[in-house]
């Protein structure tokens, strides 16, 4: 069976990664974090949060329930 060198390097890292921490999911997380704020990098949140005003299907309602169509299609 072929295996990618490359990809072996990392599963060993990472393993080695996870090991100094005795895989203690909380203390690699914990330590991420610092490595993330150390870098001075800025962090930008990609989580979707749910909106009030907008939906997927391109149509924005106010809590009042007025509609407006937002879409781009033709009329």
Sequence with gaps: MWTDEIVEEIHQIREEYAKSFNYDLDAIFADLRKKEAESGREVV???????????????????GGNTTDTSCGLT
């Design 45 to 63: 949140n990609l989580s979707r949060k749910p909106s009030l005003t907008k939906r997927w299907s391109g149509r924005a309602r106010d809590i």
